[in-house]
């Protein structure tokens, strides 16, 4: 299947969020760990454990072979960090700088960020069977 021009734009996209933030995991670790709930334990290994993923996430949707699952757990991990951003929102009092519009603003943006991933990594979409 041939991908689109926008699929590489999205692709891009993809990867320079989760590759920045994979980055930013382990240049202001506590940052990170003060948006985790209070109710999960080991924030820090959280944090370093995320950051990894996230990185590995970002090459592998750039290599074909590892692509599709790359994108797998790219939303996976999409998904696991949902309660933090909604930690985040629940409690903006505790995040000033940060607008709490923008905080609210970044849940949905979160669905956008599933379907780039979904559509620039061929998850979505027709697919070729291979025939026996």
């Known amino acids: 299947m ?9 692709r891009a996209v993809v990867f320079g969020w989760f590759c920045l933030g994979g980055i930013a995991h382990f240049v202001w670790p ?13 924030k820090e290994a959280a944090v370093a454990i995320t950051g990894v993923f996230e990185l590995l996430g ?14 797998i757990g790219l939303i996976a991990l999409t998904l696991c960090v949902t309660p933090a951003n909604v930690y985040m929102w629940w409690h903006a009092e ?25 559509w620039s990594t061929q998850l979505l979409g027709h697919r070729r069977c291979a025939v026996s």
């Open 30 to 42: 506590a940052a990170f760990a003060s948006i985790v709930p209070p109710s999960l334990p080991f």
């Open 2 to 10: 041939s991908i689109t021009r926008w699929q590489h734009v999205g």
């Open 94 to 118: 505790q995040f000033a700088p940060i607008p709490s519009w923008l905080l609210l603003v970044r849940l949905p943006l979160q669905v956008l960020l599933i379907v780039c991933i979904l």
């Open 58 to 71: 970002a090459i592998g949707i750039l290599l074909p072979r590892y692509r599709r699952i790359a994108g």
